[in-house]
């Protein structure tokens, strides 16, 4: 069984859906509080706005009138809080031996079947 930790980056906003970036709400460089807007993104003609979600000072990485694909990063946020993101360690441990599979009869279900 793998267990993968669940990565938190509010420092880094990105496009949740395919569309044009129409407008920013706040200037480059403004300081933001966790839920406000930042920008509008044009969806299928609907503008959908995108917040912030934590407080701090945001950059933007992209223009208005830029396309974005899901994922895109739109700005970046520098966070009043930084201790609030959490990233994905690497794994320092080590597996367990594992021992050849043993045949346990001419079926092909059953051949490597343990």
Request: contains cysteine.
């Amino acid at each position: 069984t793998c267990l993968f930790s669940q990565e938190y980056d509010p420092s880094s906003l990105r496009s949740e859906l395919p569309g044009k970036l129409v407008r920013f709400v706040v200037r480059d460089g403004a300081h933001l509080s966790k839920g406000d807007e930042f920008c509008e993104v044009e969806v299928m003609k609907t503008c959908i706005p995108l917040a912030v979600p934590e407080s701090g000072k945001i950059s933007f990485a992209v223009a208005e009138g830029t396309v974005l694909q899901e994922g895109d990063l739109v700005a970046t946020l520098e966070l009043d809080e930084p201790d609030r993101v959490k990233k994905a360690t690497v794994f320092a441990g080590s597996f367990p031996k594992l021992e050849s599979p043993q045949r346990l009869g001419t079926k092909s279900l059953l051949i490597l079947r343990d």
